[in-house]
């Protein structure tokens, strides 16, 4: 691999480019896992940056993030009879005990995904 130069008021800086990186769409997770990183997992930060690895990465993060989500949610609903019936039934029971499970399920999610 050959460097090149370029001269500028006396001194040579190399002609150095990093490679291009494809730009996904990052959501909530995927932010979060970055504001994470950046704080407590440096090197890894890093070494994603200098790699151009970074928003394909957290893309993914966010990926695996929302489908656990919804995953969870599934099976909580399941194992807590939380049914179109209870829907139809009792709008307002349905309601309160989807947002626990959702409460609940994300919880878990930033624990095991976002957070580590």
């Not at 001194?11 to 995927?30: A, R």
């Not at 990926?63 to 307002?92: H, S």
Request: charged share 30%; hydrophobic share 30%.
């Amino acid at each position: 691999m050959k460097i090149t130069y370029r001269e500028e008021n006396g001194c040579f800086y190399p002609n150095l480019e990093l490679p291009k990186q494809t730009n996904y769409t990052i959501g909530k997770y995927g932010l979060l896992h970055l504001d994470y990183i950046k704080e407590h997992r440096k090197g890894r930060y890093t070494t994603l940056v200098s790699e151009c690895r970074l928003s394909e990465y957290l893309h993914k993060i966010d990926e695996q993030a929302r489908e656990q989500l919804n995953i969870y949610i599934e099976q909580m609903a399941k194992m807590q009879n939380v049914t179109e019936e209870l829907k139809a039934y009792d709008p307002k029971c349905w309601v309160q005990a989807m947002n626990n499970i959702k409460e609940n399920a994300e919880e878990s999610v930033l624990r095991e995904v976002v957070y580590q």
